[in-house]
């Protein structure tokens, strides 16, 4: 099938200027321009919360080649602003496709534009840093364009957390019946069973989801607004403190009540991606805008001659000198650049990681963490459930 092609451009707010096609008319669309290292997970990206408010350079020359299948999917919605790429798969083949990619951004109504040089473009980034731009077939004239970025706010000190984050609670159960992949197999289904886990959705994936559920937890999904108060209520084994967008020092209410849940609390914790970040913060460490960002899905982390290829998406990090709380630990840098990439509490059971060990596409080296959460909670049940037969018995 043949589609209508349109001029289009795409222009940063340092006013460089690229031109590719379309093949959608007259539409524009802003956002923050970032790049993606990715080979494969196209699907998976437009779909990812944390992605929201971007727009995303494919650094891969060409996209589209498995096609799109309605199960992998991160959440029921697009979130990002954009894409952009340099060449898009005109005849894909994959036995799991259900759709071609380029019917399903046409469908979807993807802002997009193609046939440009992504690998200078991102070299551009690299050396200037992300910022702001646009995608638009309906105006082509750079200056009126270069009028119109100057209103777009800058990401930091944005609050996207509340865009993407769930309106009310839920239970989740994985219905979705995907295709039985390997850590499916070999993951056992009974072994958090018994254990209620909430996940605070600060923009959750999918598969954060689905990994709990493999392992037979009952996972209870919580806005990012949520109050302690309510958190206790669900009288909660474990916490998941989920990815999401934006900049995480502009999420104070989720700050104070995390610090609530440490210091009144031994609830286990586990932080993933933006989680970690939260939790940082309410151990009063502080955040940083990375020049153009962690997004890809090879980036080794690790310390001491010990290291794990690992996903990642992210824009900030956490400062590694406002570490200085003597009861928090480094355990993980990310090896490319440096900064922390994982640390835990060494008296409470909190930890929490930069990265995606649910990784889905991606290196499955830090799947090991949904085990050890859940053996983390295990414990602390036990251990409770003694504590509180020993006091009873006594009374």
Known sequence: MTHNRYPAILMLKDGKIYKGWTFINSTISFG?????????????????????????????????????????????????????????????NN??????FISYIITNNIPHIFGIDTRALTKHLRKTGSM???????????DLLSLKLKNIP????????????????????????KYFSYLQYKTDKTYGYGLKII???????????????????????????????EIQSYNPDGIVLSNGPGDPSAIKYAIR?????????????????????????ALEAKTFKLKFGHRGLNHPSGIKQKAEVTSQ??????????????????????????????IFHSKKPIFSVQYHPEASPGPHDSDYLFK?????????????NYTSSSSSQIL
């Open 32 to 92: 923050e321009v970032v790049f993606n290292t990715g080979m494969t997970g196209y699907q998976e990206i437009i779909t990812d919360p944390s992605y929201a408010e971007q727009i995303i350079t494919f650094t891969y020359p060409e996209i589209g080649n498995t096609g799109i299948n309605y199960k992998d999917n991160e959440s029921n919605k697009i979130h990002i602003k954009g894409i952009v790429v340099k060449n898009l798969c005109f005849s894909p």
């Open 154 to 177: 800058r990401i930091e000190g944005n609050d996207l957390v509340k865009q993407v984050t769930t309106s009310k609670s839920y239970e989740f159960k994985d219905y979705s019946h």
């Open 95 to 100: 036995w799991r496709q259900q759709e071609s």
């Open 313 to 342: 998406n992210h824009g900030f990090a956490v400062t590694k000198e406002s570490l200085n709380n003597k009861t928090i630990n480094i355990t993980h840098f990310n090896l490319n650049d440096s900064t922390v990439a994982a």
């Open 199 to 229: 996940v605070i959705d600060f923009g959750v994936k999918h598969n954060i989801l689905s990994r709990l559920d493999n392992y037979g937890c009952s996972t209870y999904v919580l806005p990012a607004t949520t109050s302690y108060t």
């Open 257 to 281: 009540t995390i610090k609530k849940i440490i210091t009144y609390t031994n609830i286990p914790i586990f932080g993933i991606c933006m989680g970690h970040q939260i939790i940082s913060l």
């Open 372 to 384: 050890y959460f859940i053996s983390l909670t295990k414990q602390f049940k036990q251990y409770n």
């Open 132 to 142: 702001n731009g646009c995608i638009s077939s309906q105006y082509l004239n750079p």
